[in-house]
């Protein structure tokens, strides 16, 4: 994995054989649902949860999936243009967290910098609208999946995005494409990045538990999901 800075591309200790390490940890493990285990922080990519809730915290620049009131948090710093972010969500710990966060077992909170160009900036105020139709996790995802092919067309666009938010049920209307189109959340994409740039994070993407940072060189913990669920289990138990 690599991470993107404000200086440029970063290699990382973390850099392990991601995509076989995150699916075999996945596979292997029997967590399910909360009900059908102890652990709320046990679940399986596999284990069918509801959408979890959204919500744009009172600081105005974060982004909440899950329990906005769940004592563990997870903030993770991302640019949607950034290509070890799209890595991260895809096959490293992205999915677990997501999967934790419909489990109410922590509150998952996005910073979005928009560092890396006008695209980073359409995307991150069409996720924003996503938020107000409860459709910012599917469309996160979708975005992350076609990064790679936009970014060779040119980056996000508008109208790209619009294209893009067809593939979510239930997201596109007047309302959405409105919101696309006029770039409503303009302050807040600007507020975000400069809540990225004031932040310890040097780069993206990183995390941060309960407030403390996750150096990206720390072996695992962005790629291994039984090595985070140890150190979110650590850091539950201490919250």
């Known amino acids: 994995m690599q991470v993107r800075t404000r200086r440029g591309f970063l290699g990382t200790a973390a850099a392990l054989v991601v995509a076989s390490s995150v699916g ?12 059908e285990g102890d652990d709320p922080l ?3 990519a596999s284990a069918n949860l509801p959408a979890p809730r959204e919500s744009l915290a009172a600081d105005g620049t974060t982004i909440v999936i899950g329990n906005p009131s769940a004592p563990l948090s997870v903030r993770v710093y991302e640019d949607l243009s950034c290509p070890a972010c799209a890595e991260f969500e895809l096959d490293g710990n992205g999915p677990y967290l997501k999967q934790a966060a419909r489990n ?13 160009g006008p695209g980073s900036k ?30 060779r067309a040119g980056g996000f666009t508008r109208d790209r995005l619009l294209a893009l938010a067809v593939k979510v049920p239930g997201l596109r209307g007047p309302e959405f494409d ?15 990045d400069e809540a990225m740039s004031n932040s310890p994070a040097e780069g993206t993407p990183t995390m941060a538990v309960n407030g403390a940072l996750v150096p990206t060189d720390s072996r695992g913990l962005y790629d291994d999901r039984d090595r985070l669920y140890r150190h979110l289990r650590k850091a539950a138990a201490r919250a």
Do not use: I, M
Request: charged letters at 25%; one cysteine or more.
């Open 24 to 35: 075999a940890c996945e596979a292997g493990r029997g967590g399910g649902p909360k009900g």
């Open 42 to 44: 046990d679940v399986s």
């Open 104 to 116: 109410d077992a922590l509150q998952l909170q996005f910073t979005l910098g928009s560092f890396l």
């Open 122 to 151: 359409f995307a991150a105020n069409a996720l924003r609208a996503a938020v107000d139709h409860n459709k910012f996790t599917e469309y996160h995802e979708l975005l992350y999946r076609h990064q790679a092919k936009v970014r």
């Open 178 to 192: 409105a919101a696309v189109l006029e770039t409503k959340h303009r302050e807040f994409v600007e507020a975000a």
